[in-house]
């Protein structure tokens, strides 16, 4: 029988129940669940409105319920709905008419509404060290490798020397962007909507802001109909785990090119890559294919949300029980997802003769050898239009800017000197771009530095 079964002559039929039910994956929710109405019956009793009596069974009802579902002693199924009705129907079988007064002053409405923000409030605050974890390892991986010379890159087309430390500290100031995100996500998201009710609070004298205190939320909601209405948080964290997940996926998909034989500038351990059933050679970065790959799924969920609620009228619609799946599928993804990405980069080996011997080739210093006669006084433009003549000399016969002699360059300009060499030598290209945010040692020395205050502030 039904919870509401005295407005209806008849149950519901098994495939209304089938496709209404959210027990299934609301479940998981029973802690936040039990956790509000502990503080929901705390501050009834202390309101005058249900008896202190009834608030002492409540409390040690909720509590058994608790351990019992801990324990895997309680399971429910869909013809209790939701995890709601479930704990709120076991509790009255278990203590009788007090457990029929904890709904007092309350709706299913508000409560969803705190559940589902307290749960992800704590999710947000376990991603969040995962994300700094993350940032660690960068951090320390750019530190063995400050003085590892590798190409950087524009079109996937070799462009100019970098390092391995500069380019991991590219993805850890993304990361440093994620966790504040995520911060502001988290403080906006700090408000308790319980108070609510269905949509138009409530006629009984509650204290709204005493039952936020005990649960730990900075602020109430200020409007009942937005309280029980609003998603905005659900769809502003997927928004900013979305980003997230592109930056991971652009890291990954760097590592997946990195670790091909074309490149070989890493080597994942073995405990981080997958072998082929055929062939035998075969060593995959499939870790970092699944990260790029569930990018998809979270944007995708992401999708799903805000499609959802586009066109809801306040307050309450059903179609808002469509949040969940979405919201824990993110969870569980990016939370599987990133500590193993962590692990994959901590025990990733570094080649850098490799690196090194790429960023060799293809003329990456060709700037530089443009800018060594700029500093001679020639214009940029000239200096330019002359160097590009010579790398299509090189490229002609073979050679490259380190490897041509003197007397090829004093050919397309009087201005070359020995002295050219060491201006484009791989180490002076790298070593003089010092300027904040460069490659240079002391360069990414600064900005490690600057990442590593920043961790300290949240640790
Ligand atoms: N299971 C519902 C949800 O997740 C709970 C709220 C139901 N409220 C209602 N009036 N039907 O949204």
Same mark, same amino acid.
């Given at each position: 029988m039904k919870l509401w079964s005295g407005r209806f002559d008849k149950n519901t039929d098994a495939l209304v129940d089938e496709l209404n039910a959210s027990i299934g994956f609301d479940f998981r929710l029973y802690k936040q669940d039990i956790e509000g109405s502990l503080a929901h019956s705390a501050m009834l009793a202390r309101q005058g409105i249900i008896s202190e009596e009834d608030r002492d069974k409540i409390h040690s009802g909720l509590r058994e319920i608790l351990a019992d579902i801990e324990a895997g002693r309680l399971t429910f199924g869909n013809?209790?709905?939701?995890v709601h009705m479930a704990v709120e129907g076991e509790l009255t079988r278990r203590i009788g008419d007090a457990g029929k007064r904890l709904h007092t002053a309350r709706s299913r409405n508000d409560q969803v509404a705190l559940d589902f923000r307290y749960y992800l409030m704590g999710e947000i605050r376990r991603i969040h060290r995962m994300e700094l974890d993350l940032i660690e390892t960068l951090i320390n991986i750019a530190k063995r490798n400050i003085d590892v010379i590798m190409p950087a890159y524009t079109h996937l087309q070799r462009a100019q020397p970098s390092t391995f430390a500069h380019y991991m500290m590219a993805y850890a100031n993304m990361l440093r962007r994620d966790v504040t995100r995520l911060e502001d996500c988290l403080e906006r998201m700090?408000?308790?909507? #319980?108070?609510s009710g269905a949509l138009t609070a409530t006629t009984y004298p509650i204290d709204r802001r005493a039952v936020a205190d005990e649960l730990g939320f900075a602020r109430i909601t200020q409007n009942s109909l937005d309280g029980v209405s609003d998603r905005d948080y659900a769809v502003e964290f997927l928004g900013t785990i979305s980003l997230l997940m592109m930056h991971l996926s652009r890291l990954a998909e760097e590592i997946i090119l990195w670790c091909s034989w074309e490149f070989k500038f890493i080597e994942l351990d073995d405990a981080y890559s997958t072998g082929s059933s055929i062939m035998p050679q075969k060593k995959n970065p499939d870790i970092a294919e699944l990260v790029r790959g569930k990018t998809g799924r979270v944007y995708g969920d992401l999708m799903a949300l805000l499609t959802v609620m586009? $066109? #809801?009228? #306040? $307050?309450?619609?059903?179609?808002?029980?469509?949040?969940?799946e979405p919201v824990f599928d993110t969870v569980d993804t990016v939370e599987n997802c990133l500590p193993v990405f962590t692990a994959m980069l901590e025990t990733m080996r570094v080649i850098p003769e490799n690196m090194r011997a790429a960023a060799g080739k293809g003329f990456i210093n060709a700037t530089d050898c443009a800018d060594y006669l700029v500093k001679k006084g020639m214009p940029f433009r000239d200096a330019y239009t002359i160097v590009g003549r010579l790398v299509n000399h090189c490229i002609a016969e073979e050679k490259t800017l380190e490897t041509l002699e003197l007397s090829e360059y004093q050919k397309l300009s009087p201005i070359f000197d020995s002295d050219v060499y060491k201006a484009i030598s791989l180490d002076t290209c790298v070593s003089s771009r010092s300027v904040p945010g460069g490659p240079s040692h002391e360069s990414v020395m600064e900005q490690i530095r600057y990442m590593e205050d920043f961790l300290k502030d949240r640790k």
């Amino acid at each position: 029988m039904k919870l509401w079964s005295g407005r209806f002559d008849k149950n519901t039929d098994a495939l209304v129940d089938e496709l209404n039910a959210s027990i299934g994956f609301d479940f998981r929710l029973y802690k936040q669940d039990i956790e509000g109405s502990l503080a929901h019956s705390a501050m009834l009793a202390r309101q005058g409105i249900i008896s202190e009596e009834d608030r002492d069974k409540i409390h040690s009802g909720l509590r058994e319920i608790l351990a019992d579902i801990e324990a895997g002693r309680l399971t429910f199924g869909n013809d209790v709905e939701d995890v709601h009705m479930a704990v709120e129907g076991e509790l009255t079988r278990r203590i009788g008419d007090a457990g029929k007064r904890l709904h007092t002053a309350r709706s299913r409405n508000d409560q969803v509404a705190l559940d589902f923000r307290y749960y992800l409030m704590g999710e947000i605050r376990r991603i969040h060290r995962m994300e700094l974890d993350l940032i660690e390892t960068l951090i320390n991986i750019a530190k063995r490798n400050i003085d590892v010379i590798m190409p950087a890159y524009t079109h996937l087309q070799r462009a100019q020397p970098s390092t391995f430390a500069h380019y991991m500290m590219a993805y850890a100031n993304m990361l440093r962007r994620d966790v504040t995100r995520l911060e502001d996500c988290l403080e906006r998201m700090d408000e308790c909507p #319980l108070g609510s009710g269905a949509l138009t609070a409530t006629t009984y004298p509650i204290d709204r802001r005493a039952v936020a205190d005990e649960l730990g939320f900075a602020r109430i909601t200020q409007n009942s109909l937005d309280g029980v209405s609003d998603r905005d948080y659900a769809v502003e964290f997927l928004g900013t785990i979305s980003l997230l997940m592109m930056h991971l996926s652009r890291l990954a998909e760097e590592i997946i090119l990195w670790c091909s034989w074309e490149f070989k500038f890493i080597e994942l351990d073995d405990a981080y890559s997958t072998g082929s059933s055929i062939m035998p050679q075969k060593k995959n970065p499939d870790i970092a294919e699944l990260v790029r790959g569930k990018t998809g799924r979270v944007y995708g969920d992401l999708m799903a949300l805000l499609t959802v609620m586009k $066109a #809801l009228p #306040l $307050a309450y619609n059903k179609d808002m029980q469509e949040d969940k799946e979405p919201v824990f599928d993110t969870v569980d993804t990016v939370e599987n997802c990133l500590p193993v990405f962590t692990a994959m980069l901590e025990t990733m080996r570094v080649i850098p003769e490799n690196m090194r011997a790429a960023a060799g080739k293809g003329f990456i210093n060709a700037t530089d050898c443009a800018d060594y006669l700029v500093k001679k006084g020639m214009p940029f433009r000239d200096a330019y239009t002359i160097v590009g003549r010579l790398v299509n000399h090189c490229i002609a016969e073979e050679k490259t800017l380190e490897t041509l002699e003197l007397s090829e360059y004093q050919k397309l300009s009087p201005i070359f000197d020995s002295d050219v060499y060491k201006a484009i030598s791989l180490d002076t290209c790298v070593s003089s771009r010092s300027v904040p945010g460069g490659p240079s040692h002391e360069s990414v020395m600064e900005q490690i530095r600057y990442m590593e205050d920043f961790l300290k502030d949240r640790k």
